[in-house]
């Protein structure tokens, strides 16, 4: 894994800083010895399975937990309570106060974190309309389906304008158009300088949106760095096929692969070192009608099942 307490940035240059953290509930270490840095402006992800220490990691950020060892900096300080105006958060476990009304609950968070009528009321406008909420402003929030509410509770989060946001499994639950809206907000408050930070067992999600990330399995960090150093670290190809078997073929016990993802019309197969593609390609075209193939490097999801799973 690349040292990721290494590079020539000071620490005034990094959003987030963990160094040598330990988290532990009674006997149960959570966190172990983490370190990592986010640079300034960047868009990191935090990902893991369930239980791997994310959402712990998280909360020693925003100072709910707080760590039994090591040091935690956010915007260049120790973390505390004092930093959050300048920090939007979403939690996984969500909550709105059901009898509010839209515009009035995103008055009351902005305010809440320091904010004045003046600024906010442009911020929400913003928001609403971006969000498709701008129809429901005078509504209560109980009035809102499930996928509006996370909507709601995203611009709650970021109507103050925070320099950093954290976003814990920010699409959890979400239909694909409202996962896309959510997407497209968190990519503009990104190019809008804010740094964000989210976590997230869902691996394609990391590869669409972070430039850089850390993978916590079991309390410990296992890689981290940018996305192209997470896959050069591998040292191994991928071949991504779309196909459709011949009757009684299998992808099974092809030449210098060790490993397929199958997913129906299409797999993705990790590669041994001394694997010959050209070969490879033969063995399939046997078994299968090949309607694509293309070398490549192996996905944030094969890597997680490797390093995970313990694959070898």
Same mark, same amino acid.
Request: hydrophobic letters at 40%; a negative charge.
């Given at each position: 894994m690349r040292d990721m307490q290494a590079?020539?940035?000071?620490?005034?240059?990094? !959003?987030?800083?963990?160094?040598?953290?330990?988290?532990?509930?009674?006997?149960?270490?959570?966190?172990?010895?983490?370190?990592?840095?986010?640079?300034?402006?960047?868009?990191?992800?935090?990902?893991?399975?369930?239980?791997?220490?994310?959402?712990?990691?998280?909360?020693?950020l925003m100072n709910i937990f707080r760590a039994d060892g090591g040091t935690v900096e956010v915007l260049g300080s120790r973390v505390s309570d004092a930093l959050k105006p300048r920090v939007g958060y979403l939690p996984e476990e969500r909550g709105l106060y059901k009898k509010m009304r839209v515009l009035e609950l995103l008055r009351f968070f902005g305010e809440v974190k320091g904010a004045s009528r003046a600024d906010l009321d442009p911020q929400i406008d913003h928001w609403l309309e971006a969000l498709g909420l701008d129809g429901w402003r005078n509504r209560r929030v109980e009035e809102l389906s499930k996928g509006m509410s996370q909507k709601l509770q995203f611009a709650?989060?970021?109507?103050?304008?925070?320099?950093?946001?954290?976003?814990?499994?920010?699409? !959890?639950?979400?239909?694909?158009?409202?996962?896309?809206?959510?997407?497209?907000?968190?990519?503009?408050?990104?190019?809008?300088?804010?740094?964000?930070?989210?976590?997230?067992?869902?691996?394609?999600? !990391?590869?669409?949106?972070?430039?850089?990330?850390v993978l916590i399995h079991q309390g410990t960090i296992r890689l981290g760095g940018t996305i192209e150093q997470v896959r050069a670290s591998e040292g191994r190809q991928a071949v991504n096929i779309r196909y459709q078997l011949r009757a009684g073929q299998t992808l099974d016990d092809l030449p210098g692969v060790r490993a397929v993802a199958d997913h129906g019309n299409e797999a993705e197969l990790t590669l041994t070192a001394e694997a010959d593609p050209e070969q490879l390609l033969t063995a399939l075209m046997e078994r299968a009608r090949i309607t694509h193939f293309e070398l490549m490097e192996p996905s944030l999801h094969q890597i997680f099942k490797r390093v995970v799973g313990g694959e070898g």
């Open positions: 590079g020539s940035q000071s620490n005034g240059d990094y !959003a987030v800083r963990f160094e040598n953290v330990t988290k532990r509930f009674g006997d149960f270490t959570a966190v172990n010895g983490i370190s990592f840095q986010v640079p300034q402006g960047s868009l990191f992800g935090i990902l893991g399975s369930n239980g791997a220490g994310k959402t712990t990691t998280i909360r020693m709650a989060t970021v109507v103050h304008k925070p320099d950093l946001l954290i976003l814990d499994e920010p699409f !959890a639950g979400l239909d694909p158009v409202n996962r896309d809206v959510l997407r497209d907000a968190v990519l503009e408050m990104h190019r809008g300088g804010t740094t964000v930070v989210f976590s997230t067992h869902v691996m394609e999600q !990391a590869e669409q949106l972070c430039r850089e990330l």
